[in-house]
Nanobody, 116 residues
Protein backbone atom coordinates (compact mmCIF):
# COMPACT_ATOMS: atom_id res chain seq x y z
CA UNK A 1 0.00 0.00 0.00
CA UNK A 2 1.42 3.33 -1.08
CA UNK A 3 1.63 6.02 1.57
CA UNK A 4 2.94 9.56 1.29
CA UNK A 5 2.63 11.58 4.47
CA UNK A 6 3.75 15.15 5.08
CA UNK A 7 4.51 16.70 8.44
CA UNK A 8 6.14 19.77 9.91
CA UNK A 9 3.74 22.50 8.88
CA UNK A 10 2.66 25.19 11.27
CA UNK A 11 2.66 28.88 12.07
CA UNK A 12 5.88 30.83 11.65
CA UNK A 13 6.69 34.52 11.67
CA UNK A 14 8.00 36.26 8.55
CA UNK A 15 11.72 35.70 8.30
CA UNK A 16 11.50 32.46 10.21
CA UNK A 17 12.28 28.89 9.21
CA UNK A 18 10.40 25.66 8.99
CA UNK A 19 11.34 22.16 7.94
CA UNK A 20 8.81 19.95 6.24
CA UNK A 21 9.19 16.19 6.15
CA UNK A 22 7.61 13.60 3.92
CA UNK A 23 7.73 9.91 4.62
CA UNK A 24 6.92 7.50 1.82
CA UNK A 25 6.32 3.77 1.61
CA UNK A 26 4.89 1.15 -0.70
CA UNK A 27 7.09 1.86 -3.70
CA UNK A 28 10.77 1.89 -4.67
CA UNK A 29 11.57 5.31 -3.30
CA UNK A 30 14.98 5.74 -4.92
CA UNK A 31 13.46 5.38 -8.40
CA UNK A 32 11.06 8.24 -7.94
CA UNK A 33 11.36 11.95 -8.48
CA UNK A 34 10.40 13.53 -5.17
CA UNK A 35 8.92 16.98 -5.21
CA UNK A 36 7.21 19.54 -3.05
CA UNK A 37 4.25 21.50 -4.39
CA UNK A 38 2.13 24.15 -2.74
CA UNK A 39 -1.34 25.52 -3.23
CA UNK A 40 -3.35 28.44 -1.94
CA UNK A 41 -7.12 28.88 -2.27
CA UNK A 42 -8.18 29.82 -5.76
CA UNK A 43 -4.79 29.09 -7.27
CA UNK A 44 -3.33 26.14 -9.10
CA UNK A 45 -0.92 23.86 -7.35
CA UNK A 46 2.62 24.99 -8.12
CA UNK A 47 5.92 23.16 -8.09
CA UNK A 48 8.24 24.39 -5.35
CA UNK A 49 11.20 22.02 -5.56
CA UNK A 50 12.18 18.66 -7.03
CA UNK A 51 14.88 16.15 -6.29
CA UNK A 52 15.66 13.74 -9.09
CA UNK A 53 18.56 12.12 -7.30
CA UNK A 54 21.50 13.88 -8.86
CA UNK A 55 19.85 17.19 -9.47
CA UNK A 56 17.50 19.56 -7.72
CA UNK A 57 15.22 22.20 -9.18
CA UNK A 58 13.50 25.13 -7.55
CA UNK A 59 10.83 27.62 -8.39
CA UNK A 60 12.34 31.06 -8.90
CA UNK A 61 10.33 32.38 -5.98
CA UNK A 62 12.10 30.10 -3.48
CA UNK A 63 15.62 29.85 -4.90
CA UNK A 64 18.21 30.63 -2.26
CA UNK A 65 15.70 30.23 0.57
CA UNK A 66 14.39 26.66 0.29
CA UNK A 67 16.38 23.45 0.11
CA UNK A 68 15.03 20.04 -0.83
CA UNK A 69 16.83 16.91 0.26
CA UNK A 70 16.11 13.21 0.36
CA UNK A 71 17.22 10.20 2.34
CA UNK A 72 16.70 7.09 0.27
CA UNK A 73 17.56 4.80 3.16
CA UNK A 74 14.80 6.32 5.27
CA UNK A 75 12.52 6.91 2.27
CA UNK A 76 12.05 10.50 3.31
CA UNK A 77 12.24 13.85 1.62
CA UNK A 78 12.59 17.20 3.33
CA UNK A 79 12.02 20.82 2.54
CA UNK A 80 14.02 23.29 4.58
CA UNK A 81 12.38 26.69 4.29
CA UNK A 82 14.27 29.77 5.44
CA UNK A 83 13.51 33.48 5.29
CA UNK A 84 9.84 32.72 4.99
CA UNK A 85 7.54 35.33 3.53
CA UNK A 86 3.78 35.75 3.90
CA UNK A 87 3.42 34.71 0.27
CA UNK A 88 4.95 31.33 1.13
CA UNK A 89 1.87 30.47 3.16
CA UNK A 90 0.10 27.54 1.54
CA UNK A 91 -0.71 23.89 1.85
CA UNK A 92 2.44 22.02 0.93
CA UNK A 93 2.17 18.66 -0.77
CA UNK A 94 4.72 15.92 -1.22
CA UNK A 95 4.73 14.17 -4.59
CA UNK A 96 6.40 11.01 -5.81
CA UNK A 97 6.59 10.47 -9.54
CA UNK A 98 8.00 7.80 -11.82
CA UNK A 99 7.45 8.84 -15.40
CA UNK A 100 8.47 5.51 -16.94
CA UNK A 101 5.94 3.64 -14.80
CA UNK A 102 3.28 6.36 -15.07
CA UNK A 103 3.03 6.47 -11.29
CA UNK A 104 2.17 9.65 -9.46
CA UNK A 105 1.52 9.67 -5.72
CA UNK A 106 0.43 12.55 -3.50
CA UNK A 107 0.22 13.19 0.18
CA UNK A 108 -2.67 15.02 1.81
CA UNK A 109 -0.67 18.13 2.51
CA UNK A 110 0.55 20.12 5.48
CA UNK A 111 -0.43 23.72 6.15
CA UNK A 112 2.20 26.43 6.43
CA UNK A 113 1.09 29.79 7.77
CA UNK A 114 3.45 32.76 7.71
CA UNK A 115 2.16 35.59 9.83
CA UNK A 116 3.19 37.90 12.62
Amino acid sequence: QVQVVESGGGLVQPGGSLRLSCTASGFTFSRYIMSWYRQTPGKERELVASDVGDMTNYADSVKGRFTISRDNAKTMVYLQMNSLKPEDAAVYYCNAKNIALSKDYWGKGTLVTVSS
